[in-house]
């Protein structure tokens, strides 16, 4: 009777440990594969920012280019009323 309780108390111990250290790498990889795909969505995001800024940036470079566009034609329409006119 003695000899089985030994022989229980020492596959419950064994079967503890094999529970636990079977947890303990599952949640390591987990953990990793979680940083992992972190880090990646992390890169994503500051692409996508980068991206926002730029796109910033080329709107306010098309607005003032189409300021520009409107004060030419202005030009351009004052020069041909002016030879219209008689002027030249």
């Not at 079967?15 to 990889?29: E, P, Q």
């Not at 280019?65 to 034609?73: C, R």
Request: charge should be negative; glycine fraction near 10%; hydrophobic fraction near 40%.
């Amino acid at each position: 009777m003695e000899s089985s309780i030994i022989v229980a108390a020492i596959t419950g111990g064994l079967a503890l440990i094999g529970t636990l250290a079977g947890t303990y790498f599952a949640n390591r990889k987990s953990s990793a594969l979680i940083a992992y795909r972190l880090e990646e969505l992390e890169k994503r995001v500051q692409a996508h920012n980068n991206l926002v800024e730029r796109m910033y940036q080329v709107e306010e470079r098309t607005e003032l280019q189409e300021e520009k566009i409107k004060v030419v034609n202005h030009r351009i329409e004052d020069l041909e009323d002016f030879h219209k006119g008689g002027g030249g």
